[in-house]
């Protein structure tokens, strides 16, 4: 196991990635799952504040059904949050 530095948050005027934690992962690529699932979850706590539309928003402003709307919710999340993994200092 490798300890993995995971940086998560949302771009633009928010911020972009912030260190969240340090963690034990197998593969570099499940740290940076992880990170992406942890910046998921702070765009998530942001919908419906500051212009980052819920599913109910878009589904009324773009008058489509719920698969549709989260089909766009995804794509806004995407272009949204910021994320990635790093080997922690001293562990390399």
Wanted: aromatic share 16%; proline share 0%; with cysteine.
């Amino acid at each position: 196991m490798t300890k993995y530095a995971i940086y998560a948050g949302l771009g633009g005027s928010f911020g972009g990635a912030r260190y969240e934690g340090t963690y034990e992962f197998s593969e570099e690529d499940e740290a940076t799952e992880y990170a992406f699932e942890v910046a998921c979850m702070v765009y998530d706590s942001y919908a419906g504040l500051h212009g980052l539309r819920t599913h109910s928003e878009i589904m009324e402003e773009e008058d489509c059904d719920e698969g549709v709307a989260e089909d766009i919710y995804m794509e806004e999340r995407e272009n949204w949050i910021s994320y990635y993994a790093e080997v922690a200092k001293g562990d390399e």
